[in-house]
């Protein structure tokens, strides 16, 4: 038996294609432009703006140079033991009692038995010391271990300064009292006294030389109160004058450096003093070259002092102070500014001259763009294309009333001049303004103050001119 088809023509098929979500896909398009906003923000480069402040540049290297003085030593007039009446550092008239020697030893003995003759250091005094051990603890380096030395002879005669013989010019009655025996000695000569004396006080600038600064074998002696001490050894010195010297070695870089530079600013490390010096360069008697600083005051504070640690400093120049990276260049047309135009309207161009095919010259007046101008040229833009205004390369321009026949009163369009500058973004778009730099170290520069289509404090430039161009739009 046959079998019947079904009859489908009025069956109605279910629609299998995708239904879509139109809310989802705006969704997803969204989505998809913050990601990509964020990567291309994170990715691409920041340009930050720095606000231009007033600031200085100190140019500053560390050197150790040897002290030399006018200064002579003074030997004992007799053997016995020592006492002083000027502490180290002081100055001394002359005829002034600096010390007294007693030669059999009673006074010594005397001086036990009264210890409230000596005096006792005050509370100010001691901290004084721990402050000064604290900073050499700080600043101590194993390359610089020689400074050791020189730290403790510091020491040692700030100790004798501060331990002396109180009111010693009063003992001298009770002295005579007890019948005790001593010998008092004057000064000669008038100058400071100092009691550390190291051998090296008869050193002139011509006769440094360079072992000299190995310190190999130095050695300061201090003669302190109450030493027993022998006739005719050294027991005192006297600087007769406060002009002294600081020397030291310079190799060929630096004399080339400082061989025109005369003034300079000193900053002594330990002390935290700062003074200017003459700085001389010159060779030696044993062929190097040395530096000799000159000065005419602190001659007190060194006085015990043979080899000093110091910072030079030959620049400190101040003015308005901007990161190297905000430094860019930016050519412009010079042209001789007797070539300068104004037009009737106020604006400023030049007068162009054009000479057709046919051999006929015309000139016209063209406004340009000037940035400035200073006693010999004009400073013109130079257009991105042919389509700007403003007069182009190879353009020739004529000086103002005269018919251009003469040569001399036509100028060629093309010579061009970089002058350096920062790209100024306080009105939202970045403009080109000129810098004139004075000093600069590897991070920053120093430029004048109150130039012509210069910068001011508290103008906001880009930080980094290699990613902008003149004119871009910039938001801070």
């Not at 190291?198 to 050193?203: M, P």
């Not at 050294?234 to 004058?241: A, Q």
Request: glycine share 6%.
């Amino acid at each position: 038996m046959a079998v019947k088809k079904q009859d489908t023509s009025n069956v109605i098929k279910p629609n299998i294609l995708p239904r879509f979500n139109v809310g989802m896909i705006i969704f997803t398009i969204i989505f998809l432009y913050i990601v990509f906003s964020v990567y291309s923000y994170i990715t691409r480069d920041q340009i930050r703006y720095y606000e231009v402040s007033d600031g200085s540049i100190v140019r500053q290297e560390q050197y150790t140079g040897v002290a030399i003085r006018e200064e002579e030593t003074v030997d004992a007039a007799s053997s016995g033991y020592i006492h002083y009446y000027i502490q180290d550092g002081k100055r001394v008239a002359v005829g002034t009692d600096v010390y007294m020697v007693d030669e059999t030893g009673a006074l010594e003995a005397y001086l036990k038995d009264h210890p409230e003759l000596n005096k006792e250091m005050s509370g100010e005094q001691i901290a004084d010391i721990r402050y000064r051990l604290s900073q050499f603890s700080q600043t101590f380096k194993n390359s610089s271990f020689s400074y050791l030395y020189d730290t403790k002879f510091s020491l040692d005669a700030t100790a004798l300064e501060y331990s002396s013989i109180s009111d010693a010019q009063d003992l001298n009655s009770v002295l005579g009292q007890l019948g005790i025996n001593y010998s008092q000695i004057s000064a000669q000569k008038a100058g400071v006294v100092s009691y550390s004396i190291d051998g090296y006080e008869d050193l002139t600038p011509d006769t440094v030389k360079s072992d000299i600064f190995t310190m190999s074998g130095y050695k300061m002696n201090i003669t302190k109160p109450g030493n027993l001490i022998e006739g005719g050894s050294p027991v005192y010195k006297v600087i007769t004058s406060s002009n002294w010297n600081i020397v030291f070695p310079v190799d060929d870089e630096t004399k080339e450096k400082y061989q025109d530079i005369h003034k300079v600013q000193v900053h002594f490390i330990e002390k935290d003093l700062t003074t200017s010096a003459e700085l001389d360069i010159y060779t030696a008697s044993d062929g190097n070259n040395y530096g000799k600083l000159s000065f005419n005051e602190l001659v007190e504070q060194f006085c015990d002092e043979r080899f000093i640690q110091f910072d030079m400093v030959i620049n400190n120049k101040r003015g308005l102070k901007i990161p190297l990276t905000a430094v860019t260049e930016k050519d412009f047309f010079i042209i001789p500014k007797d070539f300068m135009v104004t037009g009737a309207d106020g604006t400023t161009g030049f007068n162009r001259q054009t000479v057709s095919a046919e051999g006929s010259t015309t000139t016209e007046f063209v406004p340009s763009e000037i940035y400035r101008i200073d006693e010999q040229y004009c400073y013109v833009t130079v257009p991105e294309d042919n389509s700007e205004n403003g007069v182009k390369l190879n353009d020739f321009v004529i000086r103002p009333e005269t018919g251009g026949t003469d040569t001399s009163n036509t100028y060629h369009v093309g010579p061009v001049k970089s002058l350096q500058g920062v790209y100024n973004i306080n009105r939202g778009y970045c403009m080109f303004r000129q810098i004139i730099p004075i000093e600069q170290n590897n991070e920053y520069v120093i430029v004048e103050k109150n130039t012509d289509y210069g910068i001011s404090v508290y103008d906001h430039i880009v930080m980094n001119a290699s990613l902008v161009t003149d004119g871009q739009l910039v938001y801070q």
